[in-house]
């Protein structure tokens, strides 16, 4: 488990306690910590919360949603002092304009964050939440944290944990997901009986967006998929397992699947399990490539170099675009004769100033390839027509690429 265990300190009923603390993304426990229940307002858990003031809750846990509901609305409240016009800026260029504006909103959406996680909800030793009407959540924390008995105590005296209430909201909702699945139409009819489901884990990137899968499962093969020989394929950054459970119901018999996230591995291997094809696919935790080579090698790498703030942005984010650079840098080296490798990537990092299509046709040259061809999609998420995205001007001019490389 990646979660972070270090520990959270306060003062009630004139006693120092203290607890483990739980936190995905690896955030230190607030400093200051104040028992909150249902008689603080919401005007002044905001001012708290602004302030970095941890509130653990003590009150209803269903009017705990509620405060942080209207803490949320105080924070997408424009104040009327940024109303006013704002001062002339110095005049940039479309991809310097589009960059300040990405930077922008990421700043924004990690100061809401900080804000919203200064409500704090305790958990009992099993995972039990002593707080009046709190859901049963046990389940969906020992799939997050570990069972219970099995977690790591800090130390002996600390039996009881807190996380934040928006911490326990993305283990419940991560539940859901992991029990009821996503309907793959690559894998088989979506509405039918078949065994079509991908189930993700905790921490391990949902597949909702379809049309890299989509462009995986319409591509022809290379020609040596017809030859009789032993067709081997990689899928590097495997995630839930699902480009690899495509490449196998495509009658791929050897796959190699790796991820450099256990928890991937994990997920990879019950959802390859349970789609009946894990006797087709080897599982291997490194990163990037396995060894040996392949006539077919897949990566869907994250597609905005940008710093992720938790693990799970990982499949979203990558920090000056390392994973990205190493597939087109290594892929040359690892591809077996007349083989192919199938990046998928999305246009959206040149839409919001963060990359130039030069850039990206350098780093092919420089790694010893040439583009044989590129077939194009576009999104269809719900966001590429949402007018209101702060990012709307990128989202609705991207483009999904499947871009077939081979050695030069």
């Known amino acids: 488990m990646t979660t972070t265990l270090s520990s959270i300190h306060w003062i009630e009923k004139d006693k ?49 949603k509620l405060l942080l509901a209207a803490m949320a609305r105080r924070i997408d409240k ?80 600390a039996l009881t944990s807190v996380a934040t209430l928006r911490e326990l909201m993305g283990v419940t909702s991560s539940h859901e997901w992991r029990k009821k699945g996503i309907e793959i139409g690559a894998l088989g009819k979506v509405g039918s009986t078949a065994n079509n489901r991908i189930h993700p884990h905790y921490g391990v990137f949902s597949p909702v967006r ?14 040596t998929f017809f030859e009789r020989v032993k067709f081997v394929a990689f899928d590097i950054g495997t995630g839930t397992g ?18 450099s996230d256990p928890r991937a591995i994990a997920c990879a291997r019950e959802n390859l399990t349970k789609l009946g094809v894990i006797e087709h696919v080897k599982l291997v935790q490194t990163d990037l490539f396995p060894e040996g080579k392949a006539s077919l090698i897949v990566c869907n790498p994250p597609w905005l170099p940008a710093r ?12 000056g675009g390392k994973m990205l650079a190493g597939f087109i840098a290594g892929l040359a080296a690892h591809l077996a004769p007349n083989g192919e490798g199938w990046l998928l990537l999305s246009d959206i990092a040149e839409h919001l100033g963060l990359r130039k299509r030069d850039e990206l046709l350098a780093m092919f040259t ?43």
């Open 16 to 64: 120092d306690c203290s607890a483990i603390w739980r936190s995905e993304r690896g955030a230190p426990p607030p400093k200051r910590v104040v028992i909150a229940d249902d008689t603080l307002s919401a005007d002044s858990a905001y001012r708290l919360a602004c302030a970095g003031t941890g509130l653990l809750w003590r009150g209803d846990f269903q009017n705990a």
């Open 78 to 157: 424009t104040p009327d002092r940024k109303k006013r016009k704002a001062p002339k800026e110095e005049i940039v260029d479309a991809n310097e304009a589009a960059a300040k504006g990405f930077h922008l909103h990421r700043q924004a959406q990690a100061q809401r964050a900080r804000v919203l996680s200064c409500v704090l909800i305790p958990f009992d030793a099993d995972y039990g939440i002593p707080l009046r009407r709190a859901p049963d959540a046990k389940l969906a924390c020992a799939e997050a944290w570990g069972e219970p008995e099995a977690s790591g105590a800090l130390n002996a005296a």
């Open 210 to 223: 379809g049309e890299y899968i989509t462009l995986v499962n319409r591509a022809e093969f290379p020609p």
């Open 242 to 259: 699902v480009l690899a459970a495509v490449l196998a119901r495509r009658e791929v018999t050897h796959v190699v699947a790796t991820d």
């Open 308 to 319: 992720p703030s938790s693990p799970i942005e990982r499949a979203v984010y990558d920090e």
């Open 366 to 408: 420089a790694g010893g390839l040439k583009v044989l061809n590129r077939t194009d999609v576009r999104p269809e998420h719900p966001k590429a027509e949402d007018s209101s995205d702060p990012l709307y001007a990128a989202r609705s001019k991207e483009v999904t690429s499947l871009w077939r490389l081979v050695a030069a």
